[in-house]
């Protein structure tokens, strides 16, 4: 019910946002003539830009009587575009890039070591941001509106990962490069009612997901099916033997729905929007996916801004403990909130 809700309560703000506080088309006609930043909707070839950011936060603590713990963080995000308009600007072939790194340590450079006390023991910086999010869309018009287009989109992140409590790695990673990975391909309707707002719909579309190193997938992790072992002669403390290894492609058939928002709500605050649904046609009207991503950008001046970045996953294919008996089940949630740089470069979208 609660991911009913969320999915409603958006649709409802972008079909409002929609038909609301928008120019009329003779408006955007005369800002066009006027020569002001609108390549996005009225040339021809390549625009390309986007945005970079870095935010970088520290505080100590000396004697402090309330209590207090060091801390340290970095984080760096850019989203990138590139967008193709035919010389008919019947064709038109987008592409976005949405990369995302950042680390923190809890704590002093250096912590008590039980083992050698007198030397101390490196206090590592852990992750607590990592995306790469690829979007390819192209598009073949129909009317002002619609457009009969395909669409790729790709998901992971960048390095390793380690389980939250093993923060001095000891153990094996469990999350690298393309594993896992998910995203789509698809043939549907890609309706454009305003220049910041996309709404792609598709029938057809394949999701895949994969887990790249075969260790990762032997577990099954990420939804694919774990590897096959045979236990019956373990005596001794013999390992059993693996009759099959795990898949490392997972594959699923059924429909799909992009919405993506980009724009300026105010002068100095942008806001870019991406809700992804998919249901497997197995589990019809069921089961669906939820994949959203919002980033708020709000200017101080020309060089610093404020960030808030929030991710909502719900997919009931992924164990979000596989510590515990069974398949948890749950709302995934990041949040991030900084102040630092940010600069935004090419041409306006």
């Known amino acids: 019910m609660k991911i009913k809700f969320i999915i409603t309560a958006l649709l409802s703000v972008l079909v409002l946002e929609a038909n609301a506080q928008n120019p009329s088309d003779e408006e955007v006609k005369k800002v066009a003539a006027a020569g002001t930043a609108l390549k996005g909707n009225t040339d021809t070839g390549w625009i390309k830009g986007g945005f970079f950011s870095t935010n970088i936060s520290n505080t100590t603590f000396s004697n402090w009587a309330s209590g207090g713990t060091n801390n340290s963080a970095f ?5 990138l575009f590139a967008i193709y308009h035919s010389k008919d600007m019947k064709n038109m072939w987008e592409h976005y890039l949405d990369l995302a790194y950042g680390v923190i340590r809890n704590g002093d450079g250096k912590i008590k070591d039980p083992m050698s006390p007198y030397f101390g023991k490196t206090n590592p910086f852990v992750k607590n941001e990592d995306k790469l999010v690829f979007t390819s869309k192209y598009g073949r ?3 002002d509106k619609l457009n009969l287009s395909g669409l790729f989109s790709l998901n992971t992140q960048m390095f390793q990962g380690w389980a939250k409590e093993d923060i001095y790695r000891e153990n094996n990673h469990v999350s690298n490069f393309l594993a896992q990975g998910f995203g789509y391909i698809s043939v549907g309707i890609d309706y454009k009612p305003k220049s910041w707002l996309s709404v792609y719909v598709s029938p057809i579309t394949a999701k895949y997901t994969i887990v790249r190193e075969q260790r990762l997938a032997d577990l099954g992790v990420f939804g694919v099916a774990p590897a096959v072992y045979d236990y019956s002669d373990t005596i001794g403390g013999k390992a059993p033997i693996k009759i099959a ?3 490392k492609l997972r594959k699923e058939l059924g429909w799909y729905a992009n919405i993506f928002l980009k724009r300026d709500l105010a002068k100095n605050i942008n806001l870019q929007s991406r809700l992804e649904l998919f249901n497997n046609y197995q589990n019809f009207g069921q089961n669906i996916d939820v994949n959203w991503q919002n980033t708020l950008n709000m200017k101080i001046n020309k060089y610093f801004a404020v ?6 996953i719900y997919d009931y294919d ?7 008996e069974g398949n948890q089940i749950r709302v995934q949630l990041k949040n991030f909130f900084g102040i630092g740089f ?5 041409d306006k979208l």
């Open 318 to 324: 992924v164990d979000t403990d596989p510590s515990k």
């Open 342 to 346: 940010s600069a935004k470069f090419g």
């Open 75 to 79: 984080i760096a995000n850019s989203s």
């Open 141 to 143: 018009k129909i009317n």
């Open 245 to 247: 290894d795990g898949e």
């Open 307 to 312: 960030s808030l970045i929030n991710q909502l």
